[in-house]
Structure formats: structure tokens, C-alpha cells
């Protein structure tokens, strides 16, 4: 056999191995059926062609459900709520189902009015400091992260003060307040937060 006829069949051989790997590295990326990448494929499948209005993107860029009002999402998804609401206040999907942005927003100043209600009229310096890494943290992990970003901003300019159950009951209502402004709604009377979250109102319909 000549050099050159050896040498010929060692290119063929190695093309062939070279196809091969080629070959095998674009089947290892692709799932079956699938044009493209398999991260791809999943990311744009959870990331609707046209959003709904009044839907928002979290941070990783797919629809925020804790972001989001119900309304909203069922818009999105295209369907509709088992039960229609019967209130203002019934929810639109069952007690069990993850919250959307208003529930999130009213169970979480029931529970931050709540702490300002029980909070000590003379607190000591290390519940101060504790308190306020509370707020700070709370408004870190909230889980609707503009709502987070909204409440950090306006911290702050408003200091939380903590220095007393009056003081720390105050700073609640007027944080409250401010949301309620940026959202369109009426402002609350702050000198009356204790019959609101603590006493109950003076005509006793709050007694038992």
C-alpha cells in the first residue's frame, strides 16, 4: 500500500470521529423534538407571548404571582375564577391557593399593626435595635419585590421610630398611609390606630 493511500484513509477516519463528537455534543444540548437549547426552551415557556395588563415581572423576568393582583393573573392565564366574588372582601380563588399582591398587603399590615399594638410603652434599648433590624429585614424578604423596594425607599426618609408603643404605633399608620396614597386609596386617622389595632372602637361594637 503507498504513503498516500495511508494517509488518505487516516483523514477519513478522523473526519468521521470529528462528525461524530460534533454529532453527539449537539444531541447532549438538545432535548428531543426541541429546536434549541433545553434552558431556553424552558425559560420562554414560562413567560406568556403577551402579558396582561396590571401583571408584573419579577426580577428573574416571569409574571410576580406575590406581585400580581388575582384579577390580573387569571387575565393572563386566559381563564376564570372557579366562584365568582360574592364581596369586596371574598377571595376570588380558594383560602389555600398562594397569595396575590392585595391579600399578601392586607395580611401583612394586620400583622404589622398587630406588633405595634402589643409593643411595649417603654421598650428597652435592645428591643429598639431589634425592632428596627426587624423592619429592615421585613422589608428585605417581602415577598412582592417592588412593594419591598417601595417601603425600604420611604424607610429611609422615615426612620422607623421605636422609642415607645405611641411613637412605633404612629410610624405604622403613616408607613400604611403612604401606601395608601401611591395606590389612589383615602388616609387613615393616625391619632386613632390604638381603636383600630388595639382597644377597639369606642361605640363597643368590637366588644364581645
Same mark, same amino acid.
Given at each position: 500500500?503507498s504513503q498516500?493511500?495511508?494517509? @488518505?484513509?487516516?483523514?477519513?477516519?478522523?473526519s468521521a470521529?470529528t462528525?461524530?463528537?460534533?454529532?453527539?455534543?449537539? %444531541?447532549?444540548?438538545? +432535548? !428531543?423534538?426541541q429546536?434549541?437549547?433545553?434552558e431556553?426552551?424552558? +425559560?420562554d415557556q414560562? &413567560?406568556p407571548a403577551?402579558l396582561?395588563k396590571? &401583571?408584573?415581572l419579577g !426580577?428573574d =423576568?416571569?409574571?410576580?404571582?406575590t406581585?400580581?393582583? &388575582?384579577? *390580573?393573573?387569571?387575565?393572563m392565564t386566559g381563564?376564570?375564577?372557579?366562584?365568582?366574588?360574592?364581596t369586596a372582601?371574598?377571595p376570588?380563588f380558594?383560602a389555600?391557593?398562594?397569595?396575590?399582591v392585595?391579600?399578601l398587603g392586607?395580611?401583612s /399590615?394586620?400583622?404589622?399593626? *398587630?406588633? +405595634?399594638?402589643?409593643?411595649?410603652? +417603654?421598650?428597652?434599648?435592645q428591643?429598639q435595635? #431589634?425592632?428596627?433590624?426587624f423592619?429592615?429585614t421585613?422589608g428585605?424578604?417581602y !415577598?412582592?419585590?417592588?412593594?419591598a #423596594?417601595?417601603f425600604q425607599?420611604w424607610?429611609?426618609?422615615?426612620t !422607623?421610630?421605636v422609642? *415607645?408603643?405611641?411613637e412605633?404605633?404612629t410610624w405604622m399608620? %403613616?408607613?400604611?398611609?403612604?401606601v395608601? #396614597?401611591?395606590? =389612589?386609596?383615602d @388616609?387613615?386617622d393616625?391619632?386613632?390606630? %390604638?381603636?383600630r /389595632?388595639?382597644?377597639?372602637?369606642?361605640?363597643g361594637r368590637?366588644?364581645?
Amino acid at each position: 500500500m503507498s504513503q498516500g493511500s495511508s494517509l @488518505q484513509k487516516k483523514n477519513v477516519r478522523g473526519s468521521a470521529r470529528t462528525n461524530h463528537r460534533r454529532r453527539t455534543l449537539r %444531541e447532549r444540548d438538545m +432535548a !428531543p423534538g426541541q429546536a434549541g437549547p433545553v434552558e431556553k426552551q424552558d +425559560a420562554d415557556q414560562d &413567560v406568556p407571548a403577551k402579558l396582561a395588563k396590571g &401583571v408584573v415581572l419579577g !426580577p428573574d =423576568g416571569k409574571p410576580c404571582r406575590t406581585c400580581t393582583d &388575582v384579577k *390580573s393573573w387569571f387575565a393572563m392565564t386566559g381563564t376564570k375564577p372557579k366562584k365568582a366574588a360574592a364581596t369586596a372582601t371574598t377571595p376570588l380563588f380558594p383560602a389555600d391557593c398562594p397569595p396575590d399582591v392585595e391579600m399578601l398587603g392586607r395580611s401583612s /399590615w394586620t400583622l404589622l399593626h *398587630s406588633i +405595634a399594638a402589643t409593643y411595649p410603652t +417603654a421598650p428597652t434599648p435592645q428591643l429598639q435595635s #431589634e425592632t428596627k433590624s426587624f423592619l429592615s429585614t421585613f422589608g428585605k424578604l417581602y !415577598p412582592c419585590w417592588h412593594c419591598a #423596594e417601595d417601603f425600604q425607599t420611604w424607610m429611609t426618609k422615615n426612620t !422607623p421610630r421605636v422609642s *415607645s408603643r405611641s411613637e412605633f404605633g404612629t410610624w405604622m399608620c %403613616e408607613a400604611h398611609n403612604a401606601v395608601n #396614597e401611591k395606590l =389612589g386609596k383615602d @388616609q387613615f386617622d393616625c391619632t386613632r390606630w %390604638e381603636e383600630r /389595632w388595639r382597644t377597639g372602637w369606642k361605640d363597643g361594637r368590637c366588644d364581645p
